[in-house]
């Protein structure tokens, strides 16, 4: 069992392209989620999603979009990458019990380090 | 707006002394909370949770941490840590019930000397 995997492993990207991060988890969880990690500023939620289907907002969504198709996929995408998105993205994700609640752990996967010129 | 707090961004410490690592969270109601270490170059690992019952909780490592609801604290402990304890500790916190992702502090730099 994989676990999440994450693609690129690191990517320098030119000012105004756009990157697709791509994320995919074997152990059927229902909710992904999204983070990126700076200096000082620890995982800030960028998007999540709950279940195949549906998405949500993080602490900080501009400049991000996702979907989620099916359970086991949750790309992110930068439409148009600008220098303060360089970072490392975390992609993790998490299964829910009995009503929805989450007191399923979240598991992470290996990273994604990017660098925007 | 839900914050976790993490006191010390970096802790340096001999090896074989004792490690708290300290976590407040501003949330009043129901919560379930964590600790993840993040080796140098490598992603979050659970350390330990705490949903409910014991508030004491023991992990991985040798780690351990205490919840205790009166002071909204989850402080992370260790009585002897160990030169490859090096790393990134983050506390978060699943702050209620319903689909809640889950909100981290920001993380606090252990560094061991031999």
């Known amino acids: 069992i994989a676990g999440i995997t994450q693609a690129p492993t690191s990517q320098i990207l030119a000012a105004g392209r756009r990157m697709t991060l791509r994320c995919t988890q074997d152990?059927?969880?229902?909710?992904m989620y999204w983070y990126r990690q700076d200096l000082g500023l620890g995982l800030r939620l960028i998007h999540y999603?709950?279940?195949?289907?549906?998405?949500g907002k993080g602490e900080v969504p501009d400049g991000y979009s996702v979907s989620r198709a099916n359970t086991d996929d949750f790309p992110l995408t930068l439409a148009s990458a600008v220098p303060s998105q360089t970072s490392v993205y975390f992609c993790a994700s998490s299964d829910s019990i009995g009503s929805g609640r989450f007191k399923g752990t979240q598991y992470f996967g290996p990273g994604t380090r990017l660098t925007v010129l | 707006a839900q914050s976790v707090s993490q006191h010390n961004h970096h802790v340096i410490l001999s090896e074989a002394a004792s490690l708290e690592l300290g976590c407040n969270y501003s949330y009043g109601g129901t919560v379930n909370l964590f600790w993840y270490v993040q080796y140098p170059g490598q992603h979050l690992q659970l350390l330990l949770k705490y949903f409910s019952g014991d508030p004491l909780v023991k992990g991985i490592k040798g780690f351990e941490a205490e919840f205790i609801k009166s002071k909204f604290s989850f402080n992370l402990r260790k009585p002897s840590v160990q030169w490859s304890d090096t790393a990134e500790y983050f506390c978060?916190?699943?702050?209620?019930?319903?689909?809640?992702?889950?909100?981290f502090g920001k993380g606090t730099r252990l560094s061991v000397i031999a």
């Open positions: 999603s709950n279940t195949a289907g549906t998405t």
């Open positions: 152990m059927r969880h229902n909710a």
């Open positions: 978060a916190v699943i702050p209620g019930p319903g689909n809640t992702p889950l909100v």
